[in-house]
């Protein structure tokens, strides 16, 4: 009989503004889309439990998703929120270069605060793929570079949030 255990880990959704942080919540919290931005300010927390199963045990992993603004200019503050995050799932917008070339930014800002933190890119808005910029290779050479995984995701339509999502938790929890 395997044993059961529960755990908690604290993770953030990373990029710039408007690259889709709040829908992909809202998409894995309560499997919701709303077209409508709604800028986020500071930080807002959402959470959500998820199993994982091993030979050995079942673990309950209780994650606590930090949602944090995406401007530039909020370094200071954001980085107050990055501490005790065991991992971030770190998004740009395949519709939008600029995007993708901020995320090693994101990335040294996180580490600082979270050294030992994991990490999944996500290049969202696949939806939207007929107007891309960023191509999956790119997410793959910067996934590769910090020993992360990627997917393509859309908030939109669901695509790869969930597992996404699952991926990260693993990282975060299994050996």
Known sequence: MA???EISKKVCLLGDSQVGKTSLIRRYVHDQFDDMYIMTFGAKVSSKNLNLYTDEEEITVSLAIWDIVGEHTRRFLQATHYKGSAGALIVCDCTRNTTYDHLESWIEAFNQAAPYGKYVFLLNKID???KAEVKLEDIKSISDKYNGDYFETSAK???NVE???KKLTEKMVLK
């Open 3 to 5: 044993e059961k255990r």
């Open 163 to 165: 597992i996404a999502f």
């Open 157 to 159: 339509t669901g695509e």
């Open 128 to 130: 939207l793929q007929t």
